[in-house]
């Protein structure tokens, strides 16, 4: 079952790999394959290369949210 991926964390730095998502914080590590992620919110105030997001929204849909939640971008790359 597909579950929805939410980072708030302003930290964290984010990895792409070919079938998964590494997270990493000052001393904590996290992975997240794509084939179990339904969708990925990440908050604003995050850092993300632009190669990271498209890589991301390629696989699975991608947005953006604010410090409520609110959502204030959708990122597609239909190729």
Request: a positive charge; proline letters at 1%; glycine letters at 2%.
């Amino acid at each position: 079952m597909k579950k929805v991926l939410i980072l708030k964390d302003k930290t964290i730095n984010i990895k792409t790999h070919e079938d998964y998502i590494e997270f990493t914080n000052d001393n904590k590590e996290f992975i997240a394959a794509y084939k179990y992620i339904s969708e990925v919110y990440i908050n604003k105030h995050i850092t993300v290369s632009i190669e990271d997001v498209l890589k991301i929204a390629k696989k699975i849909p991608l947005f953006f949210v604010d410090h409520n939640g609110y959502i204030i971008a959708k990122v597609s790359a239909d190729v």
